[in-house]
């Protein structure tokens, strides 16, 4: 008798079960029958006037779509924008990561997959990611395989994440002061001479140019992150014809430091540091990026290289209206395309269009709802909402696109065009609308600045082919202290006496080589031979 | 405190009997000591079980004895840091920043104790006090941005008056960006911000040196400095001693902030420390196992400085800390 009673309790509680979870995993027209929960993580970027990231217009809409389309409630959780990578690492390790992850770093997202921290997105309820391409349209109409598959390991199939979508792939220019130009009737120079005569030029006449602060007279500015704010410069002495396995072989370093012939663009560098060209204290000045801008805005700066729209970025606070006002309204920073390389073109190497991680920790007990999550979030109709708001309250519907409005309160847009919330997509992404809406975003900077400075960027990019040969473990060893080598090596290099400048540079490189960079060619090398049968002639 | 003490007539009677008493009446500062100890229990024993995780694979989800052992014999961690260039390097750093530290730094407070002790203007001296304790409170981020406005090479203060003096535009001393000048910097930078804060225990030993030797001393004939040498100095001593083998048993702990914040591209030669290692390799790179087993091995050090340090202050008829 207590047999039996025991046997149909089981049996009940079986039934129950699965009754609960069919019902439960069950998606009608894309609909839980039953309430999800996930948590998501949101970038807090603590910036003056913001509104609360985990509460506003945007993200209401978000709860709302998800709600109403998928029967999942989302919870946003923040993380410090510029301390992502030891906040999301102290969030995984003690368990309490949202269940759907966004960040920049991909060996975190390795390390821990490797300490069986992360979902295996090709093992989902025992199914891989292609199986629930049904439901999840958007995301890959967006993505593509591409951007899906890329992280995808060549031998295990395993996924540990899917590359959001670069939307616009524009990465750096070279700007210089226009206004100067015109007064000491120099023509835009359009090659690397003669953008080093408009150099000594702005040395040479800085009591013209700056009068009293004739002193204070900057030609060009750096900061220690030398390999980025030259890039254009040292990728002028990148040979045209080198391959693209060679390229993959040596791109340990996001800043390009082990492309072929780099040295000779940082000798270029070095030889205008110690003719008095270059922001003499930019090393010293680690800890402190605000002081290169706040020479820019009171008008000391001749020319620079930044990310494609720096200057421009932050309507009224930007260098450029802060110039504006501090020097006169002809004032200016204009985008130039000046270095050409050994076949005469302007080279650039542009990213993959591949942008931050997306990933969901192995505490994620609702996968498939974070699937909706990512697929919702693609929708364009989503990113439309979130990157423009409300017409009449953050932007004006004009010829060919849209005219952002300076907003304050509620619409007000923590991160450009929220890219936080659009985690699988970086840029304005508004089809036809895109040019013109990116021209007129950054009033009141004028959009022709922005539109020169938009197709200077991107001329004669040339974005590197991607080869698939899964995780480099030399660099999840090493790439967080080779940025440190890599920027010890150019710093010391590029203010060394110029005779000295070869034994500075090849005994930085030497380090730089022996503390994880030569793993990483070798190992690169090993895979590239291994995978696809590269070998170096 | 002295007529706390347990009375000869307490001993009278069983032994028993005793421990009831004794706990009548101290039974309540026991009662006290329940918290302090229960915190050194759960938040500074209890996690040294997890320094096993330095013998153990790298694996943050799982508890460290549920792990295999790592290679080696479970040294694979130790190996690799010795192996490491960078590593030796940064402890090479620490081990060169910090005694310059304790050579320059230690005897600062000491001199400033006294001095601030022969102040004979009361409120003169409580304001001079009040002024040295204050950069205690500031940050080391906000004390490097001090130090970049007023040092930098170029557009720094101090630089831009030694070019008007030398009367040369390129005259200019690199306090942040040659090694040796910036370690100087570094060691003066944390005189300058701890040694006011350092003297409060000295001043606080020095109130107990009884006024009668100074009399004695004076009436002997002894001057301002020979009643420094022969009273002051001997009644600071027990202090000295003890701060000196603490700071001792510290000798291979780095800071972490300061060397961050102070440092550039240009001198992390010399800058790089083993917590900002422990910080890129650890806490950045997730090497949790690696990290545990460079901790362990500061802590290992240190404790023998200290145990060193205390025997032979105690060989030299010294009290010691333990």
């Not at chain 1, 609360?52 to 209401?60: A, C, E, F």
């Not at chain 1, 591409?146 to 220019?173: F, H, M, T």
């Not at chain 1, 391959?243 to 082990?258: M, N, P, Q, V």
């Not at chain 1, 010391?492 to 490189?509: C, I, N, R």
Request: proline share 4%; glycine share 6%.
């Amino acid at each position: 008798m207590k047999k039996l009673l025991t046997l149909v309790l089981a049996l009940a509680m079986l039934v129950s079960v699965c009754a609960f979870s069919a019902s439960a995993e069950e998606l009608v027209d894309g609909k839980f029958a039953e309430t999800k929960h996930i948590t998501v993580e949101i970038y807090n970027r603590n910036n003056d006037g913001g509104t609360d990231p985990t509460n506003n217009v945007y993200t209401d809409y978000i709860k709302q779509g998800m709600l109403e389309q998928h029967n999942v409630e989302v919870e946003f959780v923040s993380i410090g924008r510029w301390t992502e990578v030891d906040d999301m690492n102290t969030a995984l390790a003690s368990g309490d990561a949202p269940d759907v992850c966004v960040t920049y770093s991909y060996p975190t997202i390795a390390k821990y997959a490797q300490m069986g921290g992360i979902v295996n997105l090709n093992d989902i309820g025992g199914k891989k990611l292609e199986e629930y391409k049904d439901i999840l349209p958007n995301l890959w109409a967006l993505l593509g395989d591409n951007n899906i598959y890329y992280d995808q390991d060549p031998e295990s199939g395993n996924l540990w994440a899917v590359e959001a979508k670069l939307a616009d792939n524009a990465r750096i220019n070279t700007f210089i002061r226009k206004d100067w130009l015109d007064k000491l009737e120099l023509p835009l120079p359009t090659t690397e001479e003669e953008f080093y005569n408009c150099l000594v030029a702005f040395r040479d006449n800085a009591e013209t140019l700056l009068g009293a602060d004739a002193e204070k007279m900057v030609p060009y500015s750096t900061s220690y992150d030398i390999g980025w704010r030259n890039d254009l410069l040292f990728m002028a002495y990148v040979p045209d014809d080198v391959k693209d396995e060679e390229l993959f072989i040596h791109s340990a370093d996001d800043r390009h430091l082990l492309y072929p012939n780099y040295k000779e663009g940082v000798r270029v560098l070095n030889k205008w540091y110690n003719e008095g060209l270059v922001w003499k204290d930019f090393a010293e000045y680690a800890s402190d990026s605000a002081h290169e801008d706040d020479m820019m805005k009171a008008g000391f700066v001749g020319a620079f290289q930044h990310n494609w729209d720096y200057p421009y970025r932050g309507g009224d606070d930007s260098i450029q209206a802060n110039l504006q006002r501090n020097v006169g309204e002809d004032a200016a920073y204009i985008a130039v395309d000046t270095f050409v390389n050994d076949a005469g073109v302007h080279r650039k190497f542009l990213a993959q269009p591949i942008d931050r991680k997306v990933f969901f920790p192995a505490t994620n007990d609702e996968p498939i709802a974070s699937l909706l999550y990512l697929d919702f979030i693609s929708d364009p109709e989503t990113i439309a909402f979130l990157q423009l708001g409300k017409e009449g309250e953050s932007y004006n519907a004009v010829e060919g696109g849209f005219e952002k409005l300076a907003t304050t309160g509620d619409w007000l847009q923590n991160s450009l065009n929220n890219i936080d919330y659009t985690i699988t997509v970086n840029g304005l992404y508004l089809g036809d609308a895109t040019e013109v809406t990116t021209a007129l975003g950054y009033a009141p900077v004028s959009s022709d600045l922005i539109s020169i400075a938009n197709a200077a960027a991107k001329a004669d990019g040339r974005v590197a082919g991607y080869f698939n040969v899964g995780d480099i473990e030399a660099e999840q060893e090493y790439g967080t202290q080779l940025p440190t080598f890599r920027d010890t090596l150019l710093n010391k290099a590029v203010t060394a006496p110029v005779e000295e400048f070869d034994a500075v540079y090849d005994q930085g490189m030497q380090d730089y080589l022996d503390n994880g960079g030569q793993a990483s060619i070798d190992e690169r090398t090993q895979k590239l031979a291994d995978v696809y049968g590269y070998t170096a002639e | 405190m002295s007529n706390n003490a347990v009375t000869p007539q307490a001993r009278v009677g069983t032994k028993q009997a005793n421990f009831k008493a004794y706990m009548r009446r101290y039974g309540t500062l026991y009662l006290l000591l329940i918290l302090p100890v229960a915190f050194f229990i759960i938040f500074r024993y209890a996690p040294m079980a997890y320094i096993l995780s330095a013998f153990k694979e790298n694996n943050i989800f799982k508890a460290p004895w549920e792990l295999p052992w790592a290679k080696n014999n479970g040294f694979e961690w130790f190996i690799k840091a010795f192996n490491d260039r960078t590593f030796i390097n940064a402890l090479r750093n620490t081990l060169t920043l910090n005694l310059l530290d304790l050579v320059c730094g230690f005897p600062a407070p000491i001199l400033l104790a006294l001095m601030l002790n022969e102040l004979t203007f009361k409120r003169f001296k409580k304001i001079t006090q009040t002024v040295l304790y204050m950069p205690h409170f500031l940050s080391w981020i906000i004390i490097s941005g001090l130090a970049l406005r007023l040092l930098a090479s170029n557009d720094g203060l101090i630089n831009i008056l030694y070019k008007r003096i030398m009367g040369n535009p390129d005259a200019s001393i690199p306090f942040m960006s040659q090694n040796s000048w910036w370690v100087g910097t570094y060691v003066v930078l944390g005189i300058w911000k701890e040694a006011g804060w350092g003297t409060i225990i000295y001043l606080a030993a020095l109130t107990g040196i009884s006024p009668e030797l100074y009399e004695a001393a004076a009436v002997d004939g002894a001057g301002r400095f020979k009643r420094i040498w022969h009273v002051t100095l001997p009644g600071l001593r027990p202090t000295i001693i003890t701060l000196l083998i603490m700071n001792l048993g510290r000798i291979l702990g780095s800071e972490f902030d300061r060397p961050l914040a102070l440092s550039n591209k240009l001198v992390t030669d010399v800058s790089h420390v083993i917590s900002i290692y422990v910080y890129q390799r650890g806490l950045q790179n997730s090497q949790f196992s690696l990290s545990t087993a460079v901790g362990l091995f500061q802590s290992i050090v240190g404790v023998i400085f200290l145990v060193a340090a205390n025997s032979l202050a105690k060989r030299m008829g010294e009290r010691g800390i333990m």
